[in-house]
C-alpha cells in the first residue's frame, strides 16, 4: 500500500516523559504526527495515545519495531476503520449578529451540534464525529464568521472482537 492515514494506537504506563519518547520516535523516523490524543485508560496507571500520520507500510513495522523498545510501553497497533470507532471533538467559537443566530441554531438541527455557550456576539457549539463530519461543519460555519478551533484529535477505540 502507498502513503495514506495510519491511525496508530499506544498503550504506555503513565509515566512522566513517556509521551515526548514516543513522539521522538516518530519524529526519528521522519513522518510527522498529524493528530495526537491521550487520556488515562480505565486504569490511572495506564494511557492510551493515539496519534494519526501519513505512512505507506513500511512504517508501522518501524514505528512498532521502535516503540516496543521504549521501557514504558506496553502495545503498539494500527487501527483500520472497519476495526475500530474513530470520533473527533471540537469546540468551535463563532461571532454572531442576529443572521448568524438563526444559522447556528439551523445548523444544530442539520450537524447535531451542541451549544456550549450562547452570548449575544458569541457563540461556542461542540461538534462529534468523524474527521469527514467535523470537517464538513467547519466548512459550512466558516461564513458565519469562525473565530477560534480547538481539537481534540481523533479517538479511536478497536472493537471488541478486534482485540486490544
Known sequence: MGIRERIIAILVNNKPGVLSRVA??????GYNIESLCVAETISPEISR???ITN???????????QLTRLVD????????????????????????DQEGR??????????????????NDYCIIQVA?????????????KPLGIDKIARTGVLALRYKDSGF
Open 102 to 119: 438563526a444559522e447556528i441554531v439551523r445548523s444544530i438541527g442539520m450537524f447535531d451540534c451542541k451549544i456550549i455557550s450562547m452570548r
Open 49 to 51: 495515545i493515539t496519534s
Open 73 to 96: 510501553v506496553l502495545d503498539v497497533t494500527e487501527l483500520f476503520p472497519g476495526q475500530s470507532a474513530q470520533r473527533e471533538m471540537i469546540l468551535i467559537g463563532i461571532n454572531l
Open 24 to 29: 521522538g520516535v516518530f519524529g526519528r523516523l
Open 129 to 141: 464525529g468523524s474527521r469527514e463530519e467535523v470537517e464538513t461543519v467547519i466548512n459550512f460555519l
Open 55 to 65: 505512512a505507506d507500510s513500511d512504517f508501522i513495522d518501524k514505528v512498532k519495531k
